[in-house]
């Protein structure tokens, strides 16, 4: 059983940074695509970036290109998101995930095919 765990959310102004961090746990190796993703109450859950095995492939949300960056360390079982140049729409509760069957190479961005979901982590932007 896969845990993954979030952290770095909070409150910051616009125009602020922010990193947020996931934890992976439960496994014995980094075969699994990862994602972030976010949800704003009354709104379905969006994908904001997501990465493939060795993090090298990435894509991005269109309202997110060029200020979110999303990374991995595999050493370290991690996968993070750097959020720069913060605006209050992206205000919402972030969430990791993975994605055990993608191969290598594969890049997912579809939230159905997310087999591990974190808690959330919320991300408040004040205009």
């Known amino acids: 059983q896969m845990q993954l765990v979030e952290s770095g959310g909070g409150l910051v102004q616009a125009g602020d940074s922010l990193r947020l961090s996931c934890a992976a746990s439960?496994?014995?190796?980094?075969?699994?695509?990862a994602g972030w993703f976010r949800q704003v109450p009354g709104k379905e859950r969006e994908i904001v970036a997501a990465?493939?095995?060795?993090?090298?492939?990435?894509r991005y949300a269109d309202s997110v290109k060029g200020r979110f960056t999303i990374s991995r360390d595999n050493a370290k079982n991690m996968v993070y998101l750097q959020m720069n140049s913060l605006k209050p729409e992206d205000t919402a509760v972030y969430y990791c995930?993975?994605?055990?069957?993608?191969?290598?190479?594969?890049?997912?961005?579809?939230?159905?095919?997310?087999?591990?979901w974190g808690q959330g982590t919320q991300v408040t932007v004040s205009s």
């Open positions: 439960g496994r014995t190796d980094n075969n699994y695509a």
């Open positions: 995930a993975a994605d055990l069957d993608a191969n290598a190479f594969m890049v997912i961005t579809t939230e159905m095919n997310y087999d591990y």
């Open positions: 990465t493939n095995w060795s993090g090298r492939l990435t």
